[in-house]
């Protein structure tokens, strides 16, 4: 079936540096989310992304993150800067419509 | 807000036997709830298993089951005869129509079959 594709599938970095998630979504999806789940805990909704605008962010969704898809290319979330709560796997996913999302495997990020 | 709840975290079932995950959901938010089922196996990312938008509705997909049950607000995941292949992890996941199409999700629910 359809792949959602994330890069890198681990990454480590020093609290108060930056940090970029990429995803790579289906083709010809229109709609894009990022999903946030810390060790043990449930899977959140961060944000949606369609048309090139945030649809709808959580309060997890802090101002030290944001999210583009500049030119149809990869959908970020870029975190500046992190802290050790953003310690997590950052689970990104796309959907042509409404229902059906198809998620990538996830990024480890381990803020240090 | 809305929110799922599975009961059981870890479930271990004797192969060809019967299954079932818990599901309750409360949405809060206005609009009509959409009910799903995702499963990750081991080593992939997370998959839709099935999907019901509509009260009283029953979705099925490889031999899983689930029945939208809107006067108990339960969504519960059942299969008659479980194989050593659907060892994974099974969430629970609502969304609202009309709200954003964000997924609430459950905990998750750790399945394993034993031979």
């Known amino acids: 079936g359809p792949k959602v594709l994330q890069i890198p599938s681990h990454q480590i970095i020093d609290m108060g540096q930056m940090v970029t998630l990429n995803c790579d979504p289906v083709?010809?999806?229109?709609?894009f989310y990022w999903y946030k789940q810390i060790l043990g805990q449930q899977m959140e909704f961060l944000v949606n992304f369609y048309n090139g605008k945030v649809m709808e962010k959580s309060k997890l969704f802090k101002d030290q993150f944001s999210v583009e898809r500049p030119d149809g290319s990869y959908f970020t979330l870029k975190i500046q800067p992190t802290a050790l709560e953003d310690s997590a796997v950052y689970f990104c996913?796309?959907?042509?419509?409404?229902?059906?999302?198809?998620f990538g495997p996830g990024t480890r990020l381990t803020v240090l | 807000g809305d929110s799922v709840t599975q009961t059981e975290g870890q479930v271990t079932v004797s192969e060809s036997k019967s299954l079932i995950i818990n599901c309750t959901y409360s949405?809060?938010?206005?609009?009509?709830?959409?009910l799903f089922w995702y499963v990750r196996y081991p080593g992939e990312g997370l998959q839709l298993l099935l999907k019901?938008?509509?009260?009283?509705q029953k979705g099925s997909s490889r031999g899983f089951e689930a029945t939208y049950n809107k006067e108990a607000t339960s969504f519960h995941l059942q299969k008659a005869s479980v194989q050593e292949s659907d060892s994974a992890v099974y969430y629970c996941a609502l969304s609202i129509t009309g709200g954003n199409n964000k997924l609430t999700f459950g905990q998750g629910t750790v399945l394993s079959v034993i031979p």
């Open positions: 949405a809060t938010s206005i609009g009509y709830p959409n």
């Open positions: 996913a796309s959907s042509f419509l409404s229902y059906e999302q198809y």
């Open positions: 019901v938008i509509t009260a009283g």
């Open positions: 083709s010809n999806h229109l709609y």
